[in-house]
């Protein structure tokens, strides 16, 4: 049963820690986005990849946020230094062809940063 | 920009009841999914739709993508429990949104 695996599924962290998510997409998809989802602000687009290429990260604040994939089965998404205001679930979903955007997503990781 | 608008934000249901919520955007679009949040989950892929006036159904679900391919909706007949949660649109012109959703109660 493909899926894609989110790790850690929760985090809790002090201000001003580094945090890193990691997400492994459904093999074989070549898309992967990053999403961030808050009661007050919905599902929010971080980060889009194709090929591993980033195309889109315009909703990514750029000052604290990085995302990367360093392999195909592999992307990352770091916040340093962490503020509260970052406490959300994140979800990464990948997806099976450039032209096709239908996602998967994973569970999410639940971050919470007092 | 592109905006995807849906409406309406919360939907109280009875039981066994029929429901509609829709998803509107301001430019055409060259596709728009539809996705299933339930409580505490994560968004659940339903439907693509890619065709002008195109239908699509799921057991108690219809999707429509409007002839002008700026709207799409969502309907379910016979509302159950299960139908509990958050549904999304998602449409792309030149680049993908989604809607802030439509988050579904369910009276027994």
């Known amino acids: 049963d493909a899926r894609v695996t989110q790790t850690p599924r929760h985090k809790v962290t002090e201000m001003g820690q580094e945090v890193t998510m990691r997400c492994q997409p459904i093999?074989?998809?070549?898309?992967v986005f990053w999403y961030r989802q808050t009661m007050m602000q919905g599902l929010e687009l971080l980060a889009y990849?194709?090929?591993?290429?980033?195309?889109?990260d315009s909703g990514m604040p750029k000052d604290r946020f990085s995302a990367e994939m360093p392999d195909a089965t592999l992307a990352t998404l770091k916040i340093q230094p962490s503020e509260p205001r970052d406490s959300a679930v994140y979800f990464c979903a990948s997806g099976p062809g450039t032209t096709i955007d239908i996602q998967y997503f994973g569970a999410g990781t639940r971050l919470s940063v007092l | 920009g592109q905006q995807v608008m849906q409406i309406p934000q919360y939907q109280h249901v009875q039981e066994g009841e029929d429901f509609t919520t829709y998803c509107n955007s301001s430019?055409?679009?060259?596709?728009i999914q539809w996705y299933k949040q339930r409580p505490g989950g994560h968004p659940v892929f339903l439907i693509q739709l890619v065709k002008s006036g195109e239908v699509k159904k799921q057991k108690r679900l219809t999707f429509q993508f409007g002839e002008a391919k700026k709207n799409s909706s969502l309907h379910i007949t016979a509302t159950q429990t299960t139908d509990v949660g958050t549904y999304f649109c998602a449409g792309r012109d030149y680049k993908l949104s989604f809607g802030a959703g439509t988050t579904v109660t369910v009276r027994a």
């Open positions: 990849f194709r090929n591993r290429a980033p195309l889109d």
């Open positions: 093999l074989g998809h070549n898309t």
């Open positions: 430019t055409t679009l060259s596709n």
